[in-house]
């Protein structure tokens, strides 16, 4: 058994960024990751032209600045070792348990304590536990008839096949999300022929990358007061943008005059254009980014379908008008399960209660970071607790400010534990079901993993990051029970 007060389930961007702020509190913390480095969706997604739609100086923790980005928008190869830096300089990496997979957590009412079951055999304890698994971890695979039949290769995005030529091969590829379109240019590079199935149009905005030239790098590093105001500017801008997202939808109708002209300017075929012009709101769905995507389209040996896979056949993929789409190779590019992080863990709090089941309508918390039922227990990136416009990163540094708070807090009251009252998570869920209404996310006219069946009906936060922030800089005690051991009152905070 190994002990400690703070156990952190995952080293990805958010588990890291929990580390640093448990390392700069002088709390002892443990991080246990399944993989043999950090890095998260950076570590596992490797396929060609991965990067990030984020500004790479917003695409970082705020005191942890990296003067030479080589580029506006980096991509993934730069931003993984982005992050290994971060954890060999901030000395995290003695602190994290590589390897270690987490198959149960479960709290122990009589000592106050969690106790995390892993693959290996080793058990680990500690007061509180942080679950930094991420939403983008489980693949999302169609079941398709006759999959077991198709003689050719058949993988994930994020789990991409480094050793498969597709040169001269027949490719079809599942998805247009933020993955697919990454994905089109390269592949059509390669490939004889590209089938592109498109369950729903995407809107995609042209992409302001360029490199970063040396003499900014050089001012960035001189003088980093520079570089904090440039970031400063590139987060203010964004939250502007994102009045259109949370408050103002009608405001989208702007930005998405910009993607029909690229539509118009860069697609020859009218029917073509008919079948890649989103028909709801821009923002409903994920604002995705590409300069080469609409051009790629063009070409003769690229066709897109409008629709998806109902089956396999040896050689074929079949679309849901029956037509068949000969094919060697298959790519998938259909998102993540984003429950499918935590359905993975058996995670069991008070009175045998399971994360999985608590969530199985939809998932909900309070204020984005806690359970009623799981005491000292703090979900990074969980549901209501991140918005889509602007870098994951902003939220991930609010909720673990917050957590150290919370842990500070348990600590002054001199108790061994605190839960979230139940009264507080519903008055929240409908503080936000009155709010997700105005929000381009539900009423934009498209059906997407940003609605569910949770009171608030969304995972997101239906506001902007400041006001996030703001709501996190404090603990409110009352919406909480701070429990000394064995105290009866504790039972009732369930």
Not at 221 to 230: E, G, V
């Amino acid at each position: 058994m190994v002990r400690t007060e703070v156990l952190i389930i995952g080293a990805g961007m958010s588990g890291l960024g929990q580390a640093i702020e448990l390392a700069r509190s002088g709390v002892d913390f443990l991080v246990l990751e399944k993989a043999h480095d950090v890095g998260g969706t950076w570590r596992d997604n490797t396929y060609p032209g991965a990067s990030c739609d984020v500004e790479s100086v917003l695409y970082s923790y705020s005191r942890e600045r990296k003067p030479d980005w080589s580029a506006a928008f980096a991509g993934q190869a730069e931003i993984l070792g982005y992050l290994r830096t971060v954890a060999r300089r901030r000395g995290l990496l003695p602190r994290i348990r590589f390897g270690v997979e987490v198959t149960e957590a479960r709290w122990e009412s009589s000592t106050g304590e969690w106790i995390v079951s892993t693959a290996s055999g080793t058990t680990y304890i500690g007061r509180f536990l942080i679950l930094g698994v991420g939403g983008l971890h489980a693949p999302q695979v169609p079941d398709l008839p006759g999959a077991d039949s198709f003689s050719g290769d058949v993988w994930h995005s994020s789990c991409w096949n480094h050793d498969a030529d597709l040169t001269g091969k027949r490719v079809a590829l599942v998805g247009v999300g933020a993955s697919g379109v990454q994905l089109v240019p390269h592949l059509a590079e390669r490939a004889s022929e590209l089938t592109v199935f498109q369950r729903t149009a995407a809107w995609v905005l042209p992409k302001a990358d360029t490199p970063v030239p040396a003499w900014r790098q050089r001012l960035f590093r001189w003088l980093p007061w520079t570089q904090a105001l440039h970031r400063l500017r590139i987060y203010l801008r964004r939250e502007k943008r994102g009045i259109g997202f949370h408050s103002r939808p009608d405001a989208m109708r702007v930005a998405e005059q910009v993607v029909l002209r690229q539509i118009e300017d860069q697609i020859d075929d009218a029917a073509l254009r008919d079948v890649v012009t989103p028909k709801y709101r821009m923002g409903c769905k994920r604002v995705l980014f590409s300069n080469e995507y609409y051009r790629t389209l063009n070409a003769p040996h690229v066709h897109v379908v409008a629709g998806q896979p109902v089956a396999l056949r040896s050689d074929a993929v079949v679309d849901d008008a029956g037509n068949e789409h000969k094919t060697d190779a298959v790519i998938y590019a259909t998102g993540f399960d984003v429950t499918g992080s935590y359905d993975r863990i058996h995670i069991e709090g008070v009175d045998g209660r399971v994360l999985k089941d608590e969530w199985l309508s939809a998932p909900r918390s309070y204020n984005g970071v806690a359970v009623p039922g799981f005491p000292n227990m703090f979900v990074l990136l969980g549901p209501n607790g991140v918005v889509p416009y602007t870098a994951v990163v902003v939220n991930i540094e609010a909720q673990a400010r917050y957590v150290v708070r919370a842990i500070r807090a348990t600590r002054s009251a001199r108790a061994r534990a605190l839960a979230v009252r139940p009264e507080a998570e519903r008055r929240f869920q409908d503080e936000l079901r009155g709010r997700s209404g105005r929000t381009v996310w539900l009423a934009g006219g498209c059906r997407s993993w940003y609605q569910n069946g949770s009171p608030s009906g969304t995972v997101l936060w239906p506001g902007s990051t400041l006001e996030y922030r703001w709501r996190l800089r404090r603990l409110r005690r009352r919406d909480f029970v701070f429990i000394p051991l064995q105290n009866r009152e504790f039972m009732r905070a369930r």
